[in-house]
């Protein structure tokens, strides 16, 4: 592991830890990328994974939004994609424009198991232009802000190798669970071999807190979830941490986790070896710190709606969330209930930000 700058700002991993803090720290999902007018600059006719893949690039674009909202954000989040670990997995995956990920070849029966995927996946290797971006953009940050790095969780990364690319239906993937369920219990554990490698490697590279995205758990049902979900996500948590110690890694690296839609799986989440809990929308925060406890951070969960209305809505709507978590002091970190949208006015989201620095340091 490279020298890396001491932290100037370590907000969000002692708030991550539970420690009591001078104010809620605060990033987004999706913080780097379209909305802002300089990715656009950066990218220059690039693609997307052309992007991910040049740390030049990548580290770029990770550290715009830390640049434009200087001081304002609490954390970067590494400029990359789910999708990276189907593609060391051995399947070909695009980025259409207009149209979001494309699989041209997707697993449609439990055959091509053996198939279309690579048997020994060498995540070194495979995934090295993901470090070499860590590390690049750990170095250029110089200590301003803790990197964060991430990966997709088992189904939702399934459902995409599955469906071939976005669904609403999600009519092949449930095909699976429900005619296939071992073959997809397999699937689902490969992925999963595949992501706790990912996830401990990007802090071997430099990553200083992680967040793996359920961005599907809410197309399951209570039942399911704890069938095809939960017991993926606990796996990840607990050798994860094994991993690290194999790794020579000591010091505790923040997990969050972010099952957007399960609303009813909180208190199963809340047990499942994650620091954090990051919470989407429709959760209604008094209830989710009940439900909680104290034995989670949780994070969230401004509707991304809210960024396009007024200023003053802005401000009502981010007092509301941060009173309601119980004024973020302790066990909070502020952030949207999801991802940005490439729609976005900057300027409303930098006065997202001016309103938890001032609500949250009151």
Not at 53 to 75: C, F, K, V
Request: net charge negative; aromatic share 10%; proline share 6%.
């Amino acid at each position: 592991m490279p020298e890396f700058a001491p932290l100037k700002n370590d907000l969000i991993l002692r708030a991550a830890r539970g420690e009591k803090v001078e104010r809620p720290p605060v990033w987004v999902m999706r913080q780097a990328g379209r909305y802002l007018p300089q990715y656009h600059v950066v990218k220059a006719g690039n693609d997307f994974f052309t992007c991910c893949r040049n740390p030049e690039l990548a580290s770029a674009i990770t550290i715009q939004p830390i640049d434009h909202y200087d001081g304002y954000l609490d954390a970067a989040i590494i400029f990359s994609d789910i999708l990276v670990i189907p593609q060391a997995m051995g399947m070909k995956v695009e980025i259409l424009d207009k149209i979001g990920p494309h699989f041209p070849d997707p697993l449609r029966e439990p055959s091509e198991l053996e198939t279309k995927l690579t048997k020994e996946v060498d995540v070194l290797k495979d995934l090295d232009w993901a470090f070499k971006s860590i590390t690049e953009t750990r170095l250029k940050l110089n200590g301003r802000v803790p990197l964060l790095g991430f990966c997709g969780a088992p189904w939702t990364l399934m459902v995409y190798m599955i469906e071939g690319g976005g669904t609403k239906l999600f009519r092949y993937a449930k095909t699976w669970l429900y005619t296939h369920p071992e073959a997809s219990h397999e699937l689902l554990s490969r992925i999963t071999d595949v992501a706790v490698e990912f996830l401990a490697q990007q802090v071997v590279a430099g990553a200083q807190m992680l967040q793996v995205f359920e961005s599907s758990a809410g197309e399951l049902g209570p039942k399911e979830f704890k069938e095809f979900s939960l017991p993926y996500l606990r796996i990840i948590s607990s050798r994860f941490r094994k991993r690290l110690l194999e790794l020579g890694i000591t010091e505790h690296v923040p997990l969050t986790i972010f099952a957007k839609g399960a609303w009813y799986a909180l208190d199963w989440l809340a047990d499942s070896g994650y620091d954090v809990v990051s919470l989407d929308w429709l959760y209604d925060p008094k209830e989710a710190m009940k439900v909680a406890n104290g034995r989670v951070v949780l994070q969230g969960n401004l509707d991304p709606g809210t960024i396009y209305g007024s200023k003053e809505v802005i401000t009502k709507k981010t007092e509301e969330m941060i009173t309601d978590f119980g004024g973020g002091k302790q066990g909070y970190i502020v952030n949207l209930g999801h991802g940005t949208h490439p729609f976005f006015d900057p300027e409303n989201l930098g006065w997202f930000l001016k309103e938890v620095h001032r609500v949250g340091s009151a």
